[in-house]
């Protein structure tokens, strides 16, 4: 039996109504959720993640703002918007896009966000709590929560799951194993140095590719009743985008998340997700 697709875009309706929901509950105690997002450089990819967080916002009653800098852009200059933000008590959220362009210093950038604004989870502090497992007292990084979402919606469970994260990135790869060891997972991190990674995959209930090679996990590594997540994305020679994991796991596997169409859908949901929680972090609602 094929797998059963897990599209980011079902999982992200519901949500959408639920933090509509909320958004007029915050706005009837007099409260604008507002996010605003950095945009350094020229970078095309970023400014189409940028105005699709736009493009969601509005219709959940979510304020945007936009401040876009030139490629020349200074670390000092970055750093004086940050405070900006942090100090405008009409702004809830702060996303700086990333790549930052080059010779800007991305910690001291990140790392100058009041974290209670931070809505991707990348100031220390939350990186923190995540870690000790103090969930309600952070903003998680929206890929990650997205890849949990997803999981959650196969139903598999997750606690005593045999789950191996493919990649150990900052984006996805750390956060994520966090989340899931908070939730009872048993978790392998295979990397470029793993040996065997065939094995490992072989024998996991649920598989999260983050590594950014096209096809690098082979149909002949996968088995029926697994979950497998597909975070990678790739452009390929003829310019279609395409995943971590080969195509042909859908005929193999229980669940696989498209690309696109997988984690990326529900991204944008997740990053409003996380901006109705730094409201509640600040003590606003
Ligand atoms: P990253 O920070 O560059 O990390 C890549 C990881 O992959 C590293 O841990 C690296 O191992 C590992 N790796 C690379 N080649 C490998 C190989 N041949 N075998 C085993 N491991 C290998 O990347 P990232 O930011 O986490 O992103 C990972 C992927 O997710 C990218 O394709 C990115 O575009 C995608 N992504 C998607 C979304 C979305 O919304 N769908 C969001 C963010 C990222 P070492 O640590 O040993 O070098």
């Not at 030139?70 to 004086?80: G, Q, R, W």
């Not at 669940?255 to 997740?270: A, D, H, N, Q, Y």
């Amino acid at each position: 039996m094929p797998a059963k697709l897990v599209k980011g875009l079902e999982v992200a309706k519901p949500l959408r109504e639920e933090l509509k929901k909320r958004v007029e509950a915050i706005k009837a105690k007099g409260v604008n959720p507002k996010l605003a997002v950095v945009l350094a450089g020229s970078n095309e990819a970023s400014k189409v993640y940028a105005q699709s967080k736009e493009k969601v916002a509005s219709p959940l009653g979510i304020e945007f703002e936009l401040h876009i800098k030139p490629d020349n852009v200074t670390t000092d200059e970055l750093t004086a918007l940050i405070d900006k933000l942090n100090a405008d008590p009409k702004v809830h959220g702060i996303l700086v896009e990333l790549p930052l362009p080059k010779g800007i210093a991305k910690e001291q950038v990140m790392n100058r966000l009041n974290p209670k604004k931070d809505i991707d989870g990348v100031h220390p502090f939350n990186r923190g709590y995540l870690l000790g497992g103090q969930e309600d007292l952070a903003l998680v990084p929206a890929t990650p929560k997205s890849c949990l979402r997803l999981i959650e919606s196969t139903g598999v469970p997750i606690e005593g799951a045999n789950v191996t994260v493919l990649g150990r990135g900052d984006t996805v790869g750390r956060p994520l194993t966090s989340l899931l060891i908070n939730r009872g997972a048993t978790v392998t991190v295979c990397h470029s140095k793993t040996k065997n990674i065939d094995a490992v995959i072989k024998k996991s209930d649920i598989v999260v590719a983050a590594i950014g090679r096209a096809g690098f996990v082979k149909a002949d590594w996968l088995t029926a009743n697994q979950v497998i997540i597909d975070v990678g994305i790739n452009q390929l020679p003829d310019g279609s985008i395409t995943g971590d994991v080969d195509p042909k796991a859908q005929e193999i596997v229980a669940f696989v998340s498209p690309v696109p169409g997988g984690v990326g859908s529900l991204t944008t949901s997740i990053i409003m997700d996380n901006l109705l929680d730094a409201v509640r972090l600040q003590g606003l609602a």
